[in-house]
């Protein structure tokens, strides 16, 4: 072996003149000298982004002859192995080894690690993240087999080894086809994902051929020149239906004896032997020219020759070859598999025929060399598709932005959120998760989210079911097409159904588990999520920032172990050991958090009343989002079967003791016997709906009360904009979302002056304040609204410009803002 220091010294020093370009490692089982799809797309890429990356391409060598190391248009090729046929199978270790070196050789620099092609190069770049983690991973589909085969392939290794463990591992899958984009579903990947087509070199397959030239290839081929030319530029294997053409041929001949036709194969491939026996027993194999391995830089001279371009495959990823006679001006002839549809359209870019079926083919061929369609249409707008999409100038500027993108990406911290809910869970805690998990996707930060749930299948994985499935089988799909992904984070579930204890200990598996490549756990609730998650921190020794809510001790109290004492009086008193552990677990909590945020100045005075040092808090408010409602109160209150005389006073939460909802349907039982034209709608879901449910059975008054439950946000928003009076009466809260979006809504509120709804209303400003359960001052807040005009409509201007003031831009650049210090 020569002396492999020295190599690498040589490979690093050619690298090493600018010292701020980011590091892409390539990873591909085959490469220069033996080129297909996949490699000519490697290497049209690497040569147009070698000024913004430089690119170390990793792979196998195969051949002694060939050198070990080699600096070619803009890639630093590494073949590694000892030049024989099965150096591929040792990349999983040779290329892992490699890697790790060059890795940690450019530690300094941005990197990156594309793998083209899940196969043995992919198992080695798959291990290298479990050890670098914020070394960003894509990974680019050019799969041409059928999925049966990808599943089923080498004893499902290339299935396990390959596949599952690259879409496990990876960041990112672009794919060639929206076909192979839904092959990366079914195989369960469930990350972001984007079609990136393969293209052509427009400057080499648009420019013109001299008629010298085309003589000169005519008469290497020992061609006349008068024969009508079917070609095809296919690897010589099975999936490409060559075996279909040269039955066809048959076909053609015994209908056409006149007809000179010639079929040239530009390729190799296992299947030569078979094919040229196939065409021996069918009396055509004079027909046939097997040309054998070709220049790509002549493949235009040859493509010039043709009348027509034919593959009838029966798998296919793709397709350059397609695209490039498309390019050239060639009529082409394909079936409707895999990624074909996404640029063929049948009469419009070229023909179908059907798979396997000769007789389809050698139709499609006639009527094309005979002239009986009019073809030039379809040519003029082939080759106007392959200009407006498949230019290897615009797809390598689309790579160049994905590496960028995900270089940014993987500088910022990297966040798992803990929630205890999470939507369609009503509260404030589920829509703030939500909110901050797609504001911080969108500014390129990696989130993953894990809550408890009801039904454990990702909405993010449906989503994807539904939208990508349905557009590759209706044709739609186009280049640039994204996995939705709910939004570009990830979405963990832990399922309610599981007892407790042994649910809240898979929480903290999921935690340890997901957090292994996260820099920052951010808890929204102290204990369900939030005990679980600083375990988790603690045990892989990762930064945990907590959100403080309110007081769960309290809440519990309130709930399960018999405390009725208001929550600041609470927090004076002593009670029974399940209360005082639950307050001493959250103080303990609360005080080892690195980071505290709050949404009010309450809260920060509660949490330092826990113990937690006062400078690591930082009162963050929540943001409410804008009624996306459009319609007018009219118009909603038709669509809700709201007469236009009631007058709807509304109430929305989760249904505790300490919201006091009990209290407002006394008030209005009160109310209504000299107003009739009341109705009361409570929006909300929690444990005292049977009871609340009870009262009202038992007041008689289920015409005029609705307690709808728990139902979607749109839904709520409709509520409010339809409605009268917005009513909270609350023991408690930290910050109110419901409260703000009845602001927003343009609804007067009337609410307790608990916790932070002191620092939203004013009282006769934007809001009325009442005491909490204090059913005159209730009563007497909803009969001034009732009855003054003129204050209802101030409140209702006032609210609204408060709501404004709670923006998701604030929130979110506080909330970076306190990530990055």
């Avoid at 092609?117 to 080695?124: D, K, L, Q, T």
């Avoid at 820099?519 to 609730?525: L, N």
Wanted: net charge positive.
């Amino acid at each position: 072996m020569e002396n492999y220091e020295n190599c690498v010294k040589i490979v690093l020093l050619t690298a090493e003149n600018n010292n701020k370009k980011p590091i892409v490692l390539v990873f591909t089982t085959a490469y220069d000298p033996f080129i297909g799809g996949a490699e000519i797309a490697i290497l049209e890429n690497v040569k147009r982004m070698q000024g913004e990356f430089d690119f170390f391409i990793l792979t196998a060598r195969f051949r002694k002859e060939l050198p070990r190391r080699e600096f070619k248009e803009g890639a630093r090729i590494i073949r590694l192995g000892f030049g024989k046929p099965w150096d591929k199978f040792l990349l999983p270790i040779t290329c892992f080894f490699y890697s790790c070196f060059l890795l940690a050789h450019f530690r300094s620099r941005p990197r990156v690690l594309w793998v083209v092609m899940a196969s043995y190069g992919s198992i080695a770049a798959s291990t290298l993240k479990l050890f670098f983690p914020k070394v960003p991973y894509i990974l680019t589909l050019q799969e041409g087999d059928t999925e049966e085969h990808l599943r089923k392939s080498r004893f499902y290794l290339v299935n396990i080894l390959g596949f599952r463990y690259a879409f496990k591992m990876c960041d990112f899958v672009t794919a060639i086809s929206a076909y192979l984009l839904d092959v990366a579903h079914r195989f369960n990947y469930q990350g972001m994902g984007k079609v990136l087509p393969n293209g052509v070199d427009l400057s080499n397959f648009m420019k013109e051929i001299n008629a010298e030239e085309i003589e000169e290839v005519r008469g290497h081929l020992a061609l006349k020149g008068n024969e009508k030319i079917i070609i095809t530029t296919s690897r010589l294997v099975s999936k490409n239906g060559l075996d279909t053409v040269i039955r066809a041929l048959a076909i053609i001949r015994k209908k056409e004896k006149k007809l000179p036709v010639k079929f040239l194969i530009l390729g190799v491939g296992p299947e030569a032997h078979n094919l040229k026996d196939l065409a021996r027993s069918l009396g055509v194999l004079d027909d046939i020219i097997f040309a054998g391995e070709f220049s790509h830089k002549n493949l235009l001279k040859y493509l010039k020759l043709a009348d027509v371009f034919v593959r009838p495959a029966r798998s296919e990823g793709f397709g350059n070859s397609f695209i490039e006679a498309m390019a050239a001006e060639i009529p082409v002839i394909a079936t409707p598999v895999g990624g074909i549809p996404d640029f063929l359209k049948d009469q419009k870019t070229g023909f179908f025929a059907k798979v396997d079926d000769p007789d389809d083919l050698s139709q499609k061929i006639l009527s094309v060399i005979k002239g009986e369609i009019n073809k030039n249409e379809v040519i003029s707008a082939a080759k106007k598709l392959v200009i407006e999409k498949y230019d290897w100038e615009k797809i390598s500027q689309n790579f160049s932005k994905l590496f960028l993108t995900q270089i940014d990406r993987f500088s910022k911290p990297l966040i798992l959120l803990a929630t205890g809910i999470f939507p369609s869970d009503i509260g404030g805690p589920a829509t703030y998760t939500k909110t901050i998990a797609e504001e911080l996707a969108k500014r390129n930060f990696i989130i993953k989210v894990i809550t408890y749930a009801d039904d454990l299948k990702s909405p993010s994985f449906a989503a994807y079911s539904a939208e990508v499935s349905s557009a590759t089988k209706a044709g739609k799909a186009t280049e640039g097409k994204q996995i939705p992904n709910t939004a570009g984070y990830k979405l963990i579930t832990v399922s309610r159904r599981i007892p407790k204890g042994l649910r809240h200990f898979i929480y903290f598996c999921q935690c340890l588990k997901n957090g292994f490549n996260t820099d920052i756990f951010y808890a929204q609730d102290v204990i369900s999520a939030g005990f679980p998650a600083y375990a988790a921190s603690i045990f892989l020794r990762k930064n945990f920032f907590l959100k403080i809510t309110g007081d769960y001790a309290w809440e519990q109290g309130m709930a399960r172990f018999g405390v009725d004492d208001a929550i600041d009086l609470f927090q004076a008193q002593k009670y029974g050991i399940a209360v005082e552990f639950l307050r001493a677990l959250q103080a303990f909590i609360a005080r080892h958090s690195d980071k505290i945020i709050v949404p009010s100045h309450y809260l920060k005075n509660l949490a330092v009343g826990w113990g937690a040092r006062y400078s690591k808090i930082t009162v963050i408010y929540n943001s409410v989002g804008a009624n996306a409602i459009n319609k007018n109160k009219d118009v909603l209150r038709r669509e809700l079967k709201i007469l236009p005389e009631e007058k709807i006073i509304i109430s929305i939460g989760r249904i505790v003791k300490w919201k006091g909802f009990g209290a407002v349907i006394d008030i209005f039982s009160g109310l209504i016997k000299n107003r009739p034209q009341l109705k009361l709608i409570i929006i909300g879901d929690g444990p005292e709906r049977g009871n609340l449910e009870l009262k009202i059975g038992g007041s008689g008054l289920g015409n005029h009360i609705a307690l709808l439950g728990k139902i979607n946000h749109e839904e709520i928003f409709k509520y409010l904009r339809a409605s009268d009076i917005f009513i909270l009466n609350t023991a408690y809260e930290g910050f109110s979302h419901q409260l703000v979006e009845a602001l927003g809504a343009g609804i007067p509120v009337i609410t307790t002056a608990c916790g932070g709804n002191a620092e939203i209303i004013q009282d006769k400003e934007n809001g009325l304040l009442v005491a909490y359960n204090g059913k005159n001052d209730i009563k007497g807040a909803i009969e001034i609204l009732l009855t003054d005009s003129g204050l209802y409509s101030k409140l209702s201007e006032n609210g609204i410009k408060t709501a404004k003031q709670f923006t998701k831009k604030r929130m979110i650049d506080e909330l970076i803002k306190f990530i990055s210090v």
